[in-house]
């Protein structure tokens, strides 16, 4: 099988965005293979190496998505037995042209410790953490925002998204099986009710995930889930809180549409 | 202030990596702005609109970094008073010669929940979770790496990172005061210690980053710092640990760094 590579002197992890954005158009199979701090002419050689024996392998060249902008390790790379797709070269000569000023490519590397987000991201990850799962009920003034749902409706790995990529405080409260009846909003969440945003989920979706949880029980049930779906969503329009059906989104696509609704600031740019 | 637009059908994650990697070559500020979900016409001319309101304001036309492939929605936005980077474009082309095949960009979006790694992804978040911070050390034989470190070095974000992006299990263990007196390798981790990958810091940063915790404690004393930091750099050099310096690293840098040295495999490509 064909290699596609991502490589860079960094994390590489904007290689492997390029790259997987396009080879995501295509029907095809690769293997992958990311190679970062890519920063010394030795491992340019030795990577150089690699990707020549992969092309020997499978008797057709790889693939080679990279972003280096020093050039003697460039030079190394591009002349490597692969096609060669430099995402930087054809934008950067365009923008020197559009700001009138040279790019710098040592100024700052992004995805490193000196981006400006920095110390707000692992702020906002302690934070998520520490108010995960409504551990913490004491703490919402400093919430940026705070997701409430049910059980298994997608609160914790979105929590954690919103703090680590975009630095934002994001605690999340579960309505849970005793608060089912005639579901209102716990005194501690009213002084707080703007920073609010309601998840939902299809009840045959909850009751697949929670299956995978506790099968068999009261909590995965398929009364259960239709009951607490209802109820949550009745709450939710109740009290005007927005809220989205997070069943067929993933992370990625449900913290897009929290941070369109509700106008956030992203603390990463 | 000069606006740079990040716009896409979906997340617009790959369109803020591509513009973020290409604006930060340059000593350059500007107002950043991410449109997400521009799925149909009605939306693409509201934006058009935003980008022509901002193109105004400024007195110089806006930046806009997108990656739309539908053909209509894309002439509403590159007809808009603005400087179009469109990232697609130039590479679609040349991968379509090279591997002999129509791109279909209606196959599969990147960053939805039809990726095939996403349920590694949440599986790989719920079990970090349930292991961080040494909360269940009877779970290790499901871990794809145990990060191990003193309190502060790191080990939280990293295990998320790895378990977000990548959907690496990953565990953590914290080395904590009691342990520190002759510091040996806890029996529960022995078994595992293939897995084990240590983090440490310089005691400098670690008392800076305990102070902001816990001011004037025995915790956030130099001299506390200098021996934690000292008894487990000698810890990972008698049980030929591998470990990392996190001092000067971000999180994708530590992650990135602990998949070069592991050789893990990602779930996310």
Same mark, same amino acid.
């Given at each position: 099988?064909?290699?596609?590579?991502?490589?860079? /002197?960094?994390?590489?992890?904007?290689?492997?965005?390029?790259? =997987? #954005?396009?080879?995501?158009?295509? *029907?095809?199979?690769?293997?992958?293979?990311?190679?970062?701090?890519?920063?010394?002419? /030795?491992?340019? $050689?030795? @990577?150089? /190496?690699?990707?020549?024996?992969?092309?020997?392998?499978?008797?057709?060249?790889?693939?080679?998505?990279?972003?280096?902008?020093?050039?003697?390790?460039?030079?190394?790379?591009?002349?490597? +037995?692969?096609?060669?797709?430099?995402?930087?070269?054809?934008?950067?000569?365009?923008?020197?042209?559009?700001?009138?000023?040279?790019?710098?490519?040592?100024? =700052?590397?992004?995805?490193?410790? =000196?981006?400006?987000?920095?110390?707000?991201?692992?702020?906002?990850?302690?934070?998520?953490?520490?108010?995960?799962?409504g551990?913490?009920i004491s703490n919402y003034e400093?919430a940026?925002v705070i997701l409430v749902?049910?059980?298994?409706?997608?609160?914790? *790995?979105?929590?954690?998204?919103? #703090?680590?990529?975009?630095?934002?405080?994001?605690a999340n409260y579960?309505f849970?099986?005793?608060d089912? +009846?005639d579901l209102t909003l716990p005194d501690f969440l009213i002084p707080h009710k703007k920073k609010i945003f309601g998840? @939902?989920?299809?009840?045959?979706?909850?009751?697949?995930?929670?299956?995978?949880?506790? #099968?068999?029980?009261?909590?995965?049930? #398929?009364?259960?889930?239709?009951?607490?779906?209802?109820?949550v969503?009745?709450l939710y329009?109740k009290e005007k809180i927005p $809220?989205?059906?997070?069943?067929?989104?993933?992370?990625?696509?449900?913290?897009?549409?929290?941070?369109?609704?509700?106008?956030?600031?992203? $603390?990463?740019?």
């Amino acid at each position: 099988m064909r290699t596609a590579f991502y490589i860079s /002197d960094g994390t590489a992890i904007t290689s492997e965005v390029f790259g =997987h #954005a396009l080879l995501s158009l295509f *029907p095809v199979e690769f293997n992958h293979d990311t190679i970062s701090f890519v920063e010394t002419l /030795d491992k340019a $050689y030795e @990577t150089r /190496d690699k990707i020549n024996r992969a092309a020997k392998r499978a008797g057709e060249p790889p693939l080679v998505f990279h972003t280096f902008v020093n050039p003697e390790i460039r030079e190394i790379i591009d002349s490597s +037995d692969a096609i060669i797709y430099n995402f930087l070269e054809h934008f950067v000569s365009p923008l020197e042209q559009q700001l009138g000023v040279s790019a710098k490519p040592k100024a =700052h590397r992004t995805h490193s410790i =000196h981006e400006n987000s920095y110390d707000y991201r692992i702020d906002a990850v302690n934070y998520s953490l520490a108010n995960d799962d409504g551990s913490n009920i004491s703490n919402y003034e400093h919430a940026d925002v705070i997701l409430v749902g049910v059980s298994r409706s997608g609160k914790t *790995p979105t929590s954690l998204y919103l #703090a680590l990529q975009y630095g934002i405080k994001a605690a999340n409260y579960p309505f849970t099986d005793d608060d089912m +009846d005639d579901l209102t909003l716990p005194d501690f969440l009213i002084p707080h009710k703007k920073k609010i945003f309601g998840l @939902t989920i299809d009840a045959p979706r909850l009751m697949d995930i929670r299956e995978g949880r506790m #099968a068999n029980s009261k909590y995965s049930s #398929a009364r259960q889930c239709r009951m607490e779906v209802r109820e949550v969503e009745k709450l939710y329009k109740k009290e005007k809180i927005p $809220y989205l059906n997070t069943t067929k989104f993933s992370v990625e696509e449900i913290t897009a549409k929290i941070l369109n609704e509700t106008g956030l600031q992203r $603390y990463k740019y």
